[in-house]
């Protein structure tokens, strides 16, 4: 005969329904900030629907629940005013708790691209996992991880940008490929004042690349040029899919220059010209 369960526990098939009161947050959550408006949207829909993801917790000594996975789901419900929260109780030591909670968190939809990485380096840090451990746990190519990973050697205001979804996720990848940090934070500045395309930045990016000094000093005179300038020669660039380079005196005059690799794409941007004869 199965032993009775304790008061606070009340069997659902598979399940348990426990009390919300008795349900400790779990110290390894990765995820540090929840979004108020986000809370009291999944509240309003806890209180219409109750929940639908059942929360997983483990027993500790004390007679209460540690959190392993579903930290939002326990704050809105304490919004949405639940007394009990359904719940599967594993049995789980800190570092497994801290892999299915880091492997969980990685799973939402709306992480951002550090935070992500983060859990990608904690997955391999403190749970000891090679990349291709984490691949097959979290079901992600290895370079794809690699990438991840990689943001995090980017300077903090440009980690910060990420976050705060200034850039995106392609911007990052061109700016990974630059080693100079200055240089990195002068072509986010420009990602953010100019508001780049990802193919932009990738030009601008390939120019530092091959030749780094001269690309230096190209970023700093078209950081000088009026806005309207600037528009423009992103424009053409994006036109022509290659970089365009102002050069403009003090008293309005200047060229438009227009480098080429090779044959091939020299005779590819003069198609482009040939084309508006036609």
């Known amino acids: 005969m199965e032993d009775a369960k304790p008061e606070h526990i009340e069997a659902i098939e598979n399940l348990n329904s426990i009390d919300i009161d008795l349900i400790e947050i779990n110290p390894f959550q990765p995820r540090k900030e929840f979004d ?38 326990v704050r809105a419900s304490k919004i949405a005013g639940l007394d009990k929260l359904p719940a599967f109780i594993r049995t789980a030591d800190d570092q497994g708790m801290l892999e299915m909670a880091l492997v969980e968190n990685i799973q939402r939809e709306d992480l951002n691209a550090i935070e992500i990485a983060i ?13 291709e451990d984490l691949s097959e746990r979290v079901g992600k190519k290895r370079a794809t991880i690699s990438n991840y990973l990689r943001l995090l050697k980017l300077p903090a205001e440009i980690q910060l940008g990420i976050r705060e979804r200034k850039i995106s996720m392609g911007h990052a990848r061109a700016l990974i490929n630059i080693e100079n940090a200055k240089s990195q934070l002068t072509i986010f500045q420009r990602i953010i004042n100019e508001n780049l395309s990802v193919r932009e930045v990738e030009n601008i990016v390939r120019n530092f690349s091959e030749q780094p000094e001269k690309a ?25 899919n290659s970089t365009v380079e102002f050069k403009r005196t003090s008293k309005g005059s200047g060229k438009i220059i227009i480098p080429f690799k090779s044959d091939e794409e020299l005779e ?5 010209f040939d084309n508006f004869k036609a």
């Open 119 to 131: 859990s990608y380096h904690r997955l391999i840090e403190e749970c000891k996992l090679t990349q």
């Open 36 to 73: 108020e408006d986000g809370l009291n949207e999944l509240a309003g829909s806890i209180k219409k629907l109750g929940i639908i993801q059942p929360i997983t917790v483990r027993e500790t000594n004390n007679g209460k629940y540690q959190l392993i996975t579903g930290e939002r789901r």
């Open 216 to 240: 230096t000093k190209v970023a700093q005179k078209i950081a000088s040029l009026p806005e309207e300038y600037v528009q423009l020669q992103n424009h053409l660039a994006n036109f022509f």
């Open 268 to 272: 590819r941007i003069l198609a482009i």
